[in-house]
């Protein structure tokens, strides 16, 4: 595939501040920093980075527990994720949703929801308002392996396929739900034949290569706006860190797992490839990288000078007006 | 004044509150066909039965700009998807910071008396009540349905409406004229001066019954339908005990952590209320045990008639 190279910029750029985002909250994290769960992207930032390069603003998604990644890739705001992180009064929740709770409405993040699975019959409803909209735009869900052996997958497999939504299922498939194999918990064990079975257009590809990503969610997105139906992506992936960020959490996962899906890291790799293309040269990946160390910097300064919320403040946001 | 039954005045306040808004979705099990005929299969869809799926769509639409009406046939078909409803359209809102309006209305059908055995018989709101986030109304007649399923197609919030299955072919006067019925404001069925009697969904029709029963015995009761648990018309119970200075609270439901004990909870820690109470408050409630099928056991389970008379004279007797 021959990709523009500001495409191929774009899709780097993209990938690298999710990483240096996502290393600066792991890092705060384990100082003791951050309260509560946060769950690093880590190694898997090809796949928010390659689906949300085609979605426009009033395409919404749906987000999980690990979500930052398809925050950033959607267009949110580092400086109000990383205040949402440190419980805020600036966060995009004002602190009352925390680092699984990220949601931006005004750019079509519709949130991230921290029960496995459960994410996917709000995309389904999103998908539902696009058909109604009858404007061409789509939505999209992000969902792990772990959620495929739910009861919501599979109705929503069903009902995205007779109302023909557009709706772009994409698996994140990391292999593990915490700690418990896909391979041992899912009986499909392919999980493509899951889409197969109620008529969804399907593909599996490798979520770690982002050039691969974007021309797969190209064609799926693409079908998506000619009304087509359902599309679904199994990326296969492998997160870095543990489940969640835990000194007290054990990594179950293979030594030799975890250090052989780090050599296939998705940045790394991509880096590689561009400079040996002469997309990228030496210097201009290191001025990205400056630039985007800046950002992190400044989002990361911006949580800390920020007011934390007062107590009283829980009271509000109820309910609506 | 014109009468319709309970479940074409719930069709009508849909009907009009839809023409006024084209963004809005009826998802259901079964065909509304009343409906689809009016507004189109795109917008009156048919679900397969897969509750977590449409529970869940309808919060997605919401967030999408949509208004959507969820209609879940029995309470008991709720329990199927709780999860959705409990903890994501009911937190959500509050969850992201108040960035987004997720009005939804949930319909569901409450109440035992019919023989539908334990599972079918069932009247959960006060698991909802312990939910934040969520409006919860308790319509009664063919009037309060409408006013209130026409109200919460206008509200911001999901609305959980649990409406009394034995009341859905019962006729009464409803407006042709369009109308409103607020959250909050619960009705004085019966006004009176020595009991009052706080009483819910298809108990309001027992309480008024034993009320006429006692009027003859000299007892006079003030019948309250709180028409909304969420938000609980507070005063009105407040003034009315203050007045007679008894409180027996009806309801179907199991006695346990139910509406009923967050009614006298209200009253007793009232200071001034507690000090004009003449009698221990009570209640009628449901056993606390599953419904079962067969007549007499289920008549013996759950509250009506004599029971409430009893539960009054025993109160005005002290």
């Known amino acids: ?321 | 004044m014109r009468e319709i039954t309970f479940e074409q005045a719930a069709t009508e306040a849909i009907q009009e509150e839809f023409r006024r808004n084209p963004r809005t979705v009826h998802l259901s099990t079964d065909l509304a066909a009343e409906l689809q005929r009016e507004f189109g299969a795109d917008r009156i869809r048919v679900t397969p039965i897969a509750e977590n799926s449409f529970v869940g769509a309808s919060i997605g639409l919401a967030g999408s700009g949509f208004r959507t009406v969820s209609n879940l046939r029995m309470a008991t078909f709720g329990f199927v998807a709780l999860d959705q409803m409990m903890n994501h359209a009911a937190k959500i809102t509050y969850m992201f910071g108040g960035q987004a309006k997720f009005p939804i209305l949930y319909r569901m059908t409450v109440g035992a008396g019919y023989s539908g055995a334990a599972e079918h018989s069932i009247s959960p709101y006060a698991m909802y009540m312990n939910v934040p986030g969520l409006k919860i109304i308790l319509p009664t007649t063919p009037y309060d349905v409408k006013g209130l399923l026409k109200t919460a197609l206008r509200e911001n919030n999901p609305v959980v409406s649990f409406e009394p299955f034995l009341l859905g072919g019962m006729k009464g006067p409803v407006p042709e004229e369009e109308y409103l019925v607020p959250f909050g404001e619960a009705f004085i069925r019966r006004e009176g001066k020595d009991v009052t009697v706080v009483a819910l969904a298809r108990m309001v029709y027992e309480a008024l019954a034993a009320a006429e029963d006692l009027d003859k015995e000299g007892i006079s009761l003030e019948v309250i339908d709180p028409r909304s648990l969420v938000p609980l018309d507070r005063r009105t119970i407040l003034e009315s005990v203050a007045k007679t200075g008894r409180l027996v609270v009806v309801d179907e439901a199991c006695q346990t952590c139910g509406a009923a004990a967050e009614v006298i909870a209200l009253a007793t820690s009232d200071k001034a209320v507690f000090h004009r109470l003449k009698s221990a408050p009570a209640r009628v409630c449901g056993l606390d045990i599953p419904i079962p099928f067969s007549p007499p056991m289920e008549k013996f389970a759950i509250p009506d008639k004599a029971k409430i008379i009893a539960a009054v004279k025993a109160a005005v007797a002290r």
């Not at chain 1, 930052?68 to 929740?93: F, V």
């Not at chain 1, 519709?110 to 061409?136: F, H, R, S």
Request: hydrophobic fraction near 35%; charged fraction near 25%; charge should be negative.
């Open chain 1, 1 to 321: 595939m021959d990709l523009a190279k500001q495409t191929l910029i774009d899709l780097y750029t993209t990938m690298l501040t999710i990483r240096r985002f996502e290393e600066r909250v792991v890092q705060e994290v384990y100082a003791g920093k951050v309260p509560g769960f946060v769950h690093s992207y880590i190694g898997e930032e090809a796949i928010a980075t390659g689906v949300c390069a085609h979605l426009k603003r009033e395409d919404r998604i749906v987000s999980h527990h690990r979500g930052h990644g398809h925050c950033i890739a959607k267009g949110a705001d580092m400086k109000r994720m990383m205040a949402e992180i440190y419980g805020k009064k600036t966060g995009y929740c004002k602190g009352k949703g925390g680092s699984m709770h990220i949601a931006d409405f005004s750019i079509g993040m519709l949130g991230a929801d921290g029960i496995v699975g459960a994410g996917l019959p709000i995309a389904t409803g999103a998908a539902t308002a696009a058909q109604l909209e009858g404007k061409g735009n789509v939505a999209a869900v992000f969902f792990g392996d772990g959620a495929c052996n739910e009861g919501e997958f599979h109705e929503c497999l069903n009902l995205a396929s007779i109302w023909k939504l557009p709706l772009l299922f994409v698996c994140e498939n990391n292999g593990y739900g915490v700690n418990t194999p896909a391979e041992y918990a899912m009986g499909a064990k392919d999980i493509t034949r899951m889409p197969e079975a109620y008529h969804i257009r399907n593909r599996s590809i490798n979520g770690n290569d982002v050039e691969l990503v974007y021309e797969a969610a190209g064609e799926a997105v693409s079908e998506l706006r000619k009304g087509g139906g359902p599309y679904f992506l199994e990326c296969r992936t492998y997160r870095w860190h543990k489940h969640f960020l835990s000194q007290t959490l054990e990594d179950l996962r293979p030594r030799e797992e975890i250090e052989s899906w780090k050599k296939q890291c998705p940045v790394a790799a991509f880096e590689r490839r561009l400079l040996d293309r002469k997309v990228l040269t030496h210097s201009e990946a290191e001025s990205i990288n400056q630039r985007i160390l800046a950002q992190v910097e400044e989002a990361h300064a911006f949580a800390l000078e920020s007011p934390n919320p007062q107590p009283q403040d829980a009271l509000e946001d109820v309910y609506s007006t």
